[in-house]
């Protein structure tokens, strides 16, 4: 069975510095997708990064970056310069390329990242 | 515009009552989805409709039933609620279905809360 886990349930920062938040997941696919949605106090979730397995090279989205470790199964997601507005709770989560559709997610447990000013 | 729309926010409500929330996404997209969210904040598919035809249908009790009148709408019927069923339901939407396209996107709603009491 395919799983997600992110073991960091909280985590803070202070305005403008970095934090990652680490995610770890179990699959026998050689393709599949990862995600980072994120979830402010609104319950909105948000697409924030992706990453097709296929690709070495990390996605980067402004601020945000991963460091995808195929071999080791991790996926852990960089905030550079964070800002109040990062505050949020961090899904990470998994797709089995059925395409590459995100339909199919499955979602680790959640990381509550809590940015001080 | 809201992009995808779910009614209500809030919902609280008596164990045993039937309930229904309904989801409408005006993207144009073939495939609609229901997620739940436990109070652990974890997020699980629960069922996926393309072109108003059930493609995905997580192990969910048979109270639960989606109801897809045309493309554009996916309602989620619930009957007989359980103090079990309280969580947060989201609903999302995406063009095509899981395994039909690669690069896709998931739409997220904001979320219904629901409380059984």
């Known amino acids: 069975a395919q799983t997600v886990t992110q073991s960091q349930p909280e985590m803070s920062v202070q305005e403008a510095e970095t934090v990652t938040l680490s995610c770890t997941y179990d699959t026998s696919e050689n393709n599949y997708y990862l995600f980072w949605y994120k979830q402010p106090p609104s319950r909105q979730m948000i697409l924030v990064i992706r990453q097709e397995a296929y690709k070495q090279q990390n996605a980067t989205e402004n601020r945000f970056s991963v460091n995808f470790q195929k071999a080791a199964k991790s996926f852990s997601l960089k905030i550079s310069d964070s800002q109040l507005g990062d505050t949020a709770m961090y899904f990470c989560a998994f797709s089995p390329n059925y395409g590459g559709s995100q339909g199919n997610l499955i979602f680790g447990k959640g990381t509550k990242l809590s940015v001080k000013p | ?117």
């Open chain 2, 1 to 117: 515009d809201t992009a995808v729309s779910q009614t209500p926010k809030y919902l609280v409500t008596q164990m045993g009552n039937d309930k229904s929330i309904k989801c409408e996404q005006n993207l144009g997209h073939d495939t609609m989805y229901w997620y739940k969210q436990d109070s652990k904040k974890f997020l699980k598919i629960m069922f996926s409709y393309n072109n108003k035809e059930l493609i995905i249908n997580e192990t969910v009790p048979n109270r639960f039933s989606p109801k897809s009148p045309d493309k554009a709408h996916l309602n989620l019927h619930i009957n007989s609620l359980e103090l079990g069923d309280s969580a947060v339901y989201f609903c999302a939407s995406s063009q095509h279905a899981p395994g039909q396209a690669t690069n896709e996107k998931l739409f997220f709603g904001s979320g219904t809360q629901l409380s059984v009491l």
